[in-house]
């Protein structure tokens, strides 16, 4: 399995800032995913980050707030613009690859909380 | 994507076999059942997935009905670290797919 790892792991940020978290995977991988897990919630996915293109993101998110680049098949940043207490959550990426099992691997995530 | 329903919670004793189900009731053919769970304050973790055949590995066991309908996720003999929400999600698989969370069992596991 692939050995994810993300930055920061947690920071505090005041309201109308923002911040860039980073996603950095120990092989090539295919696809890379954008998730946000709200508090006592579950998993909801902000967008696939493509290689080379925009990301496509799902109903309720938008480039404009969660800017996403995707540079190389390694690596994945996620900004969370103009913050509010709103955004405080778990951030998480994971990564897969085309194969048969098809199977996703996440990263530890990073919690954020806005003031 | 087809939906998935599973209990909120669940209790285990220790050592005792853990036993959580899935039902997934309008699963089209294509589409494998996964489970994954998440260990307070982790990245969710892949357990295993399957098609329509029983699946075992060294973490768990999953069996699936013969209609598909259905499936449940075997823990063998839980330990407190195997304490967790466990979810179940169904996708087609080869498609670089999305994960679509439920709100996953929560299972605790008892000395």
């Known amino acids: 399995s692939a050995v994810i790892s993300q930055k920061p792991s947690r920071d505090i940020c005041q309201r109308g800032t923002s911040l860039t978290i980073q996603c950095q995977v120990d092989s090539q991988v295919t696809m890379m995913f954008w998730y946000r897990q709200q508090p006592g919630q579950s998993l909801t996915l902000i967008a696939t980050a493509n290689q080379g293109s925009e990301a496509t993101y799902e109903s309720g998110f938008v480039i404009d707030k969660f800017p996403i680049s995707r540079p190389n098949l390694t690596f994945s940043t996620l900004t969370v613009s103009n913050m509010s207490p709103e955004d405080s959550s778990i951030y998480l990426c994971?990564?897969?690859?085309?194969?048969?099992?098809?199977?996703?691997?996440f990263g530890p995530g990073t919690r954020l909380t806005v003031l | 994507d087809a939906k998935t329903t599973q209990p909120t919670s669940m209790d285990c004793a220790e050592g005792r076999a853990a036993n959580l189900p899935c039902n997934h009731s309008t699963i089209s053919g294509n589409e494998y059942v996964y489970w994954y769970r998440q260990i307070h304050s982790q990245g969710p973790q892949y357990i295993i997935h399957?098609?329509?055949n029983n699946e075992t590995n060294e973490m768990a066991s999953l069996i699936i009905t013969e209609d598909r309908k259905s499936s449940t996720l075997i823990l063998p003999h839980a330990t407190l670290r195997d304490t967790a929400v466990y979810y179940c999600?169904?996708?087609?698989?080869?498609?670089?797919?999305?994960?679509?969370f439920g709100q996953g069992t929560e299972l605790s596991v008892k000395p």
């Open positions: 999600i169904v996708r087609p698989e080869n498609q670089g797919g999305k994960l679509i």
């Open positions: 994971s990564v897969g690859s085309r194969g048969t099992t098809d199977t996703q691997y």
């Open positions: 399957g098609l329509k």
